[in-house]
């Protein structure tokens, strides 16, 4: 049995969601549809919305936040934890955002959308002659988005690593529904970047002293 009571939209929020996102749905064939992954959980969603671009996506996120709902962003659904589901609005990044967007050749990166699947980019990169390293599994129906958001890894890690060893960049949304650019530094520092406005600066701010309470635990326990 899965527990609907209590998770039911509000006709303010489908009003207000609808107002942002051109395609969403509260019916409750859709949510039972999106309430399980590849895991062991069920867990019935308030409604489903599939942005088609990064405005709709911070539309979704303003209005979930105003409306005191969470935000679960999904991709194929094959987490084995349960990432992928929660009594929150899913973000289904499959429907429409899920192309490449550019490709360097010469820098070997790729700029691509959330919900591409592994599988496809890399016979789309492998035309370049280039590729992915981390090789999860589940390459053929896992999502970019997923991928990094799990910091994936696959049987050839130790010659690849993980995604973050490949990230160069991530565009987001924040929870408070402001974008953020996340890179490497280019000549300036923690300082700098914590003079950021909003949530993106106390980010910066916040990840330093992080680092520093738990620099013990982590020097000793983590591999090297």
């Known amino acids: 049995m899965i527990k609907t009571e209590g998770y039911e939209a509000t006709q303010e929020l489908i009003h207000d969601l609808r107002g942002a996102v051109a395609e969403c749905y509260f019916d409750k064939m859709t949510r039972l549809l999106y309430s399980t992954d590849a895991s062991i959980y069920q867990m019935m969603p308030v409604g489903v919305a599939a942005p088609r671009n990064a405005d709709e996506v911070a539309g979704a996120v303003e209005i979930a936040t105003k409306h005191g709902v969470p935000v679960v962003p999904r991709g194929s659904g094959s987490s084995l934890d349960g990432q992928a589901v929660g009594h929150a609005l899913v973000l289904d990044m499959t429907r429409h955002m899920n192309q490449i967007v550019t490709v360097d050749v010469e820098a070997c ?88 406005p909003g949530l993106e600066g106390s980010l910066y701010r916040a990840i330093p002293q992080i680092l520093e309470r738990y620099a013990g635990p982590i020097a000793d326990n983590f591999p090297k």
């Open 109 to 196: 990166t790729v700029r691509a959308q959330p919900g591409i699947t592994l599988g496809k980019m890399n016979r789309i990169l492998s035309q370049h002659g280039l590729g992915f390293g981390p090789d999860p599994a589940s390459a053929d129906r896992a999502t970019i988005g997923g991928i990094v958001g799990n910091n994936s890894t696959g049987a050839h890690s130790i010659v690849y690593g993980m995604t973050s060893d490949h990230v160069a960049a991530l565009d987001v949304v924040l929870s408070d529904a402001s974008r953020a650019h996340f890179d490497a530094f280019h000549g300036d520092t923690w300082e700098d970047r914590a003079k950021r």
